[in-house]
């Protein structure tokens, strides 16, 4: 085979043309790249960085490396270093979109740091608990009976009602004076939306309503009418801040570190000049 024919086989290759793209990008940063400043190709890895390089390998295994694994760590943080800073040099990090993300994402890291290892004081949460008392606050529970009334209707429910009512104070079981329904006939230090889940609003509302240790109704539900009588009742209150601290704290971590990136980002961009030509 001729040689012309040989390299115009070759040229239809992929790998040859891959071959010819490392090669041009070598020559290129061999010998048309800018002027390297010889401190830039120096590499200090000191004790303290060989320290964090183990300590984030253990916290992965679960165990310290040994010597062998250490060096491997050292010989991939040094080729790590390596390609990271020519790929800078030759700017690859400009007009990538993933790298732009990843550094803004680390960017916005770095002003929030300090607040994942920040200790606040009760102070500090219990100020965050009295402002936001409406998402601790426990709601009343509610210890209740019910007799389940099968109507159609608010008259034919007033008409079982009274018959009921009439056979209460006769000793007359309260399990078996209603219709049959697969409802729980008592609940027991149940709150609102447990009782809206197993009831409807409409029925979880009317607790507030109703006097205590009297039986009550009817009072409507989505399956109909029932007869209801609160066995007893705890008021609602905001917990003490030991009850609560592990939510508070964390809800005060996650607001605090989102002003503070707020902040951080608003400062930078006051130092910045911007102009803007929208599209006509």
């Known amino acids: 085979m001729k040689l012309k024919e040989w390299l115009k086989l070759a040229l239809q290759e992929p790998l040859v043309h891959f071959l010819?793209?490392?090669?041009?990008?070598?020559?290129?940063?061999?010998?048309?790249?800018p002027e390297i400043d010889p401190n830039s190709r120096k590499i200090d890895l000191g004790e303290a960085q060989i320290e964090r390089l183990a300590a984030n390998w253990q916290a992965t295994w679960q165990r310290a490396p040994n010597q062998s694994e250490i060096d491997a760590l050292i010989r991939e943080y040094i080729k790590e270093e390596i390609y990271f800073r020519e790929a800078m040099r030759l700017g690859l990090d400009k007009n990538d979109l993933v790298i732009r993300r990843r550094l803004r994402a680390k960017m916005e890291y770095l002003s929030t740091s300090s607040t994942e290892s920040e200790i606040p004081s009760n102070a500090v949460l219990q100020n965050w608990l009295d402002s936001h008392r409406q998402k601790y606050a426990i709601g009343a529970k509610y210890n209740l009976q019910q007799i389940y009334l099968n109507s159609q209707t608010l008259a034919q429910a007033n008409s079982k009602a009274a018959s009921i009512f009439r056979a209460l104070p006769n000793g007359g079981d309260w399990k078996n004076l209603g219709d049959e329904i697969s409802l729980p006939e008592a609940m027991e230090n149940a709150d609102i939306d447990e009782i809206s889940r197993s009831f409807g609003q409409d029925f979880a509302q009317a607790m507030g309503q109703i006097s205590q240790n009297q039986w009550t109704g009817p009072i409507y539900s989505g399956f109909g009418y029932h007869i209801v009588r609160l066995v007893e009742t705890s008021a609602g209150r905001l917990p003490a801040l030991s009850e609560v601290r592990?939510?508070?704290?964390?809800?005060?971590?996650?607001?605090?570190?989102?002003?503070?990136?707020?902040?951080?980002?608003?400062?930078?961009?006051?130092?910045?000049?911007?102009?803007?030509?929208?599209?006509?």
Do not use: C, H, M
């Open 20 to 33: 010819i793209a490392g090669s041009a990008i070598f020559i290129l940063v061999s010998f048309q790249g």
């Open 246 to 280: 592990r939510d508070v704290e964390s809800d005060w971590r996650a607001k605090t570190a989102t002003e503070r990136e707020q902040k951080a980002y608003q400062e930078l961009l006051n130092a910045y000049t911007i102009r803007i030509e929208k599209p006509q």
